[in-house]
């Protein structure tokens, strides 16, 4: 546990700051999502490394569209 605090510790401050909120986040969620997560993770690690790339790539372009796209997007997928 020390390790990992130390760790922790020389990480950048805006990596220290993703990580917090990503935990804030992770506290938050149900048991179901955070096991639906984990099963996404699980897969994440058994991709071919270009099919990781292209996967990383369309998950930028998602964090450059502005809320409203999104909520867009999403509305158009539930239909």
């Known amino acids: 546990m020390e390790e990992r605090y130390r760790q922790f510790q020389q990480l950048p401050p805006d990596q220290r700051e993703q990580l917090r909120r990503r935990y804030e986040e992770w506290n938050r969620m149900s048991p179901g999502e955070r096991d639906r997560y984990e099963q996404r993770y699980r897969q994440w690690q ?27 997007i999403r509305r158009r997928f539930r239909d």
Not at 48 to 67: A, H, I, V, Y
């Open 46 to 72: 058994q991709m071919p490394p270009e099919e990781r790339r292209r996967m990383e790539d369309q998950l930028q372009r998602w964090d450059r569209l502005s809320p409203h796209e999104r909520d867009s």
